[in-house]
């Protein structure tokens, strides 16, 4: 077994996967321990615009982590990160610039943990807005409002006595543009009119 040494490792994982933040960072967490590594510190990094879409992912979410490992070890682990469906890419380098006080103390463990909290009760208020939606229509859309003359700002289409009417507005300004008449000048002395 080879010496250990301390590592600082940015994950990049998408927004998608960031959605069940608790199970990236277990994910995260599992593969360390796979490959024999030592939880330092994690934190959350940033959430930001990536310089280049990456599996079809324009934004990505940064985990840094603060680990210690056996210098074989890091292959093994670039490879399992290869291998995740969850994680994009992998950035490690040695931590030989920081003081173990240092990397204890970027450890934001807790705050992550609360986001992911909150991540995963915003997507269950989403789902429950959303387990109201059909793809189908309506039952009221299937009668169709009665087109309106142009003139006429909106029409009520007739319906049944037990249903509210369906009201039809006119297309988007930007469909009414009148095309302005053309512009005549008064002919000069001298030529044709």
């Not at 979410?61 to 969850?86: H, K, M």
């Not at 807790?110 to 997507?123: P, Q």
Request: hydrophobic share 45%.
């Amino acid at each position: 077994m080879s010496k250990t040494y301390n590592y600082e490792g940015m994950f990049l994982i998408s927004q998608a996967v960031a959605a069940d933040l608790s199970g990236a960072v277990e994910h995260i967490t599992d593969i360390l321990a796979k490959v024999g590594a030592e939880l330092i510190s994690m934190r959350k990094w940033d959430e930001r615009r990536l310089a280049y879409e990456i599996d079809k992912n324009k934004r990505g979410v940064f985990i840094l982590v603060y680990f210690s490992a056996p210098g074989d070890s890091i292959t093994q682990l670039e490879r399992e990160c290869n291998l995740s469906e969850r994680i994009l890419r992998l950035m490690t380098i040695r931590a030989d610039h920081l003081s173990m006080d240092e990397m204890k103390a970027a450890d934001a463990r807790d705050e992550l943990a609360t986001e992911a909290k909150l991540r995963a009760e915003r997507a269950a208020a989403a789902s429950e807005r959303g387990a109201g939606v059909t793809l189908g229509a309506p039952p009221q859309a299937a009668q169709v409002a009665v087109s309106a003359p142009a003139e006429a700002p909106t029409a009520v289409a007739e319906a049944p006595a037990e249903e509210a009417p369906v009201e039809k507005t006119e297309a988007p300004a930007e469909a009414q543009t009148e095309v302005p008449a053309e512009k005549t000048e008064p002919a000069a002395e001298g030529e044709p009119a």
